[in-house]
């Protein structure tokens, strides 16, 4: 089964600061997900890469979030300048044999 | 716009009783559905999939039944353990790379 690990697991910011949380899957896999689950919530894609390039990115708000995709393996999602309505967790994933498996995510909390 | 939606937000079921969570799906061109369990602190875990060409798929106590006329979805664990409790999230692929757009999660809580 696909791992995925994620770093940090939690951080605490203050409103206008800037964040980035990485992406470490165990092994190489093509299509990787960024997706973001505020409390209470399902998951929302955020962005698909396949390789280094970027699938689909239409939800991801480009005035302040950035991601990239190092080699077609980890990952970086950045967060600048951070709102409050962006508390939520993290989650990565990979798909893997059509199933997606994902990381333990990283719990942003914006004050 | 499109969205996948769950009926009941919480779900309390005794220990040994067959559980039944429901989803309901606006997206008529959807074509793969997919149940997540998730537990607190952790990501979205797999538990079955299914096709549009199907409509009824199971697998280890899970059956995953798939109503194209009305739109419906539902998943029915049985004989539930404690272990079963958690938050389950019905999802549709978005695209063909497989993203996901998830509805937003029934809690199931078994007691004793």
Redesign the interface.
């Known amino acids: 089964e696909a791992g995925?690990a994620q770093s940090p697991r939690y951080k605490i910011i203050e409103k206008r600061q800037s964040v980035a949380f990485w992406c470490n899957p165990i092994s190489g896999h093509a299509?990787l997900?960024w997706?973001q689950q505020i409390l209470?919530?399902?998951?929302?894609?955020l962005i698909?890469f396949?390789n280094n390039g970027v699938?689909?990115d239409s939800q991801l708000p480009k005035d302040r979030f950035s991601a990239e995709r190092l080699k077609g393996v980890d990952s970086t999602l950045k967060i600048q300048p951070a709102k409050l309505e962006d508390s939520a967790v993290y989650?990565c994933?990979i798909?893997e044999d059509?199933?997606?498996?994902?990381?333990?995510?990283t719990r942003l909390t914006v004050t | 716009g499109e969205s996948v939606g769950l009926h009941l937000p919480t779900l309390s079921v005794q220990e040994g009783d067959n559980s039944i969570i429901n989803c309901a799906y606006s997206n008529s061109a959807s074509d793969y559905f997919i149940w997540y369990k998730q537990e607190s602190g952790k990501g979205p875990q797999f538990i079955i999939d299914i096709r549009s060409n199907m409509d009824k798929r199971q697998g280890q106590r899970v059956t995953v039944l798939l109503n194209k006329t009305v739109k419906h979805l539902s998943l029915q664990i049985a004989a539930t353990q404690p272990g079963d409790s958690a938050v389950y999230f019905c999802a549709e692929s978005l695209n063909s790379g497989y993203a996901l757009n998830f509805g937003k999660g029934t809690s199931l809580l078994v007691t004793p």
Do not use: R
């Open positions: 995925v299509t997900y997706y209470g919530q399902g998951p929302k894609l698909q396949q699938v689909d989650l994933a798909l059509y199933e997606q498996y994902f990381g333990p995510g």
